[in-house]
T-cell receptor, first 114, second 114 residues
Framework: DAGVIQSPRHEVTEMGQEVTLRCKPI?????LFWYRQTMMRGLELLIY????????DSGMPEDRFSAKMPNASFSTLKIQPSEPRDSAVYFC????????????FGPGTRLTVL | AQSVSQHNHHVILSEAASLELGCNYS??????LFWYVQYPGQHLQLLLK??????LVKGIKGFEAEFIKSKFSFNLRKPSVQWSDTAEYFC????????????FGKGNQVVVIP
């Protein structure tokens, strides 16, 4: 099993540019989570999906952030326009919807907004 | 709402010392419990988990954790740490029926000095 796949692994962009982060969950997993990790705020849940449907997006910082899951094997997190304070490591995680809660994390995307 | 408390955010110890990290949660019902480890520059990886049964759980790399229901605790231990155990450790809690969402503690940054 390839595990959770994220791309790109590193992204450097300039303020105001659009950024798209991608995630492929583990095959068969039907829950997907997007997290952001910074030194100041630690690990934050941004949004999660069950069966491709967004369940809770209350962690999304503001309207500049949006996430989609068009099918069971792909999700995107978009930031438009990006700002320097968005610099962070963004993790995607997936799990079975079995009520146990065990999540498997991807390698993360390190985003730097200049 | 669930909350997870981890104390002593920064821990510094020498190789061969014993390690114990505390984790307390606020949810009163049946829970599933996890410890994740994040090595420097890497993603979160599962260290061990508790769903039911023997409250003393053995994990990878010599770690173990004990679930004490009456104390709402799930403390992590390792009798003798190595330099390679330098990492951040996160406790997480899931309540069955909670859509597989995990509530994470703020983490313990552990530094092992050779």
């Amino acid at each position: 099993d390839a595990g959770v796949i994220q791309s790109p692994r590193h992204e450097v962009t300039e303020m105001g540019q659009e950024v798209t982060l991608r995630c492929k969950p583990i095959s068969g997993h039907n829950s997907l989570f997007w997290y952001r990790q910074t030194m100041m705020r630690g690990l934050e849940l941004l949004i999660y999906f069950n069966n491709n449907v967004p369940i809770d997006d209350s962690g999304m910082p503001e309207d500049r952030f949006s996430a989609k899951m068009p099918n069971a094997s792909f999700s995107t997190l978009k930031i438009q326009p990006s700002e320097p304070r968005d610099s962070a490591v963004y993790f995607c995680a997936s799990s079975l919807q079995d009520g146990r809660g065990e999540q498997f994390f991807g390698p993360g995307t390190r985003l730097t907004v200049l | 709402a669930q909350s997870v408390s981890q104390h002593n955010h920064h821990v510094i110890l020498s190789e061969a010392a014993s390690l114990e990290l505390g984790c307390n949660y606020s949810y009163g019902g049946t829970v599933n419990l996890f410890w994740y480890v994040q090595y420097p520059g890497q993603h979160l990886q599962l260290l061990l988990k508790y769903f039911s049964g023997d409250p003393l759980v053995k994990g990878i790399k010599g770690f173990e954790a004990e679930f004490i229901k009456s104390k709402f605790s799930f403390n992590l231990r390792k009798p003798s740490v190595q330099w390679s155990d330098t990492a951040e450790y996160f406790c997480a809690v899931n309540a069955p029926g909670g859509n597989n969402r995990l509530a994470f503690g703020k983490g313990n940054q552990v530094v092992v000095i050779p």
